[in-house]
């Protein structure tokens, strides 16, 4: 009987680096590898057998070291580390790209930014490039987080700056959180006066804000499957160049801190928000028209100089929007969920989900929904 490949993970267990582990550790299960947690120096993996290590963005450059003892190092969100057989990063601007689509579909036209350095600065250039046509106004937050006296009042001052209906993208779920906080604390409207989008999609940030944030979904359990993956491509002798893969997230999980219209167009926000109650049934750009006071023809010349959409392609984006959501929130059968969001057939819902995101509904779950524990093979 064949000895079982034993690795080593060097990953946090909280928020989305947990979920990052919990894919590697599933990938990992299904090789009927064992793993080992924590930090290993060269020399101990060498003694209990270790045949690779992945490990985290934040973790010191000591990727060499492991090199120099032969054991290869697969590096999670940053593909810069010398020493690395492989490397799983995020698209980041196509992240901010998301956030600022998010808004300019409902009719915003004021844009703000919350965030930091590093992968902050590609998320705030996806961002800026979706939203600059359409931006009367574009700020950004002269501090990140608010735990100080001086932090939170340098963010009060600069929220109550905005003008009214605008759209701020926090870089992270911790900087959404502090944003929706001090909104709260200085009795700002959220989010009819501030809207907050923010990214990762960290389930526990997410509902600890009042209200709960809207954040850019990231398929976190693949890119530890992915690691997994060429680990075990550089183990097997398959992969003799260092490899890298970039991620891109998969959507928007719309929550209380964004879900409204600001269409200065009356009667296309009305459009809008008519598509938006009632994409679950079956919906003809003619049932929208009669939901306002104008003719076909008029709104959909004023709906698309709105928000850059066709009404026909605002229905259809609208229900695989929640398609996506209820693809990876729910265990519902596919037939459930393509009539929960207007789809006339499953075969039609299949076609139209794969021609979108080159995936079947199927391969979308498998590779976004929230993964629960089973009992992957672990030994400490």
């Not at 701020?168 to 959180?177: E, H, K, L, N, Q």
């Not at 964004?258 to 167009?265: E, L, N, T």
């Not at 976004?368 to 009992?375: A, D, H, L, V």
Request: glycine residues 8%; aromatic residues 6%.
């Amino acid at each position: 009987m064949a000895t079982p490949i034993r690795i080593a993970l060097r990953l946090p267990d909280g928020g989305y680096a947990g979920r990052i582990l919990l894919g590697a550790l599933r990938a990992a299960h299904a090789r009927n590898w064992l793993v080992s947690l924590g930090e290993k120096s060269p020399e101990f993996m060498l003694r209990c057998g270790l045949r690779g290590i992945i490990g985290y963005h934040l973790d010191p450059p000591q990727p060499l070291l492991y090199a120099a003892a032969g054991i290869p190092f697969v590096s999670v969100l940053n593909l810069d580390q010398p020493g690395c057989v492989g490397g799983v990063s995020l698209d980041h601007e196509q992240l901010g790209r998301l956030a600022g689509q998010h808004f300019v579909e409902r009719g915003f036209r004021n844009f703000g930014f919350v965030g930091y350095l590093n992968h902050g600065v590609a998320r705030r250039k996806g961002f800026e490039e979706v939203i600059r046509p359409r931006a009367r106004t574009f700020s950004v937050c002269p501090v990140i987080y608010a735990n100080t006296p001086d932090d939170f009042d340098l963010m009060q001052a600069w929220l109550r700056s905005l003008p009214k209906a605008t759209g701020v993208f926090a870089a992270d779920d911790p900087i959404g959180g502090a944003v929706t906080e001090v909104c709260q604390l200085a009795q700002i409207r959220v989010p009819s006066e501030v809207a907050v989008v923010s990214a990762n999609d960290d389930g526990v940030r997410t509902l600890a804000s009042e209200p709960e944030l809207t954040s850019v979904r990231v398929p976190w359990e693949r890119f530890g499957a992915e690691a997994v993956e060429m680990l075990a491509a550089h183990i097997a002798g398959e992969a003799s160049a260092p490899r890298s893969l970039i991620i891109g997230p998969t959507g928007v999980a719309v929550r209380g801190s964004s879900d409204i219209i600001v269409m200065a167009d009356t009667e296309a926000a009305a459009a809008a928000a008519f598509i938006q109650q009632n994409a679950h049934r079956a919906l003809s750009v003619d049932d929208v028209a009669e939901s306002t006071t104008i003719g076909r023809r008029l709104l959909e010349r004023r709906f698309k100089a709105a928000t850059g959409r066709t009404l026909l392609n605002h229905i259809r984006q609208t229900r695989l929007d929640r398609a996506k959501q209820m693809l990876a929130d729910s265990e519902q059968r596919i037939s459930d969920v393509a009539r929960a969001c207007g789809f006339g057939t499953r075969a039609q819902f299949h076609r139209l989900f794969q021609q979108e995101c080159g995936l079947t509904p199927d391969e979308y779950r498998k590779r976004n929904r929230i993964m629960t524990p089973s009992s992957p093979r672990v030994r400490m």
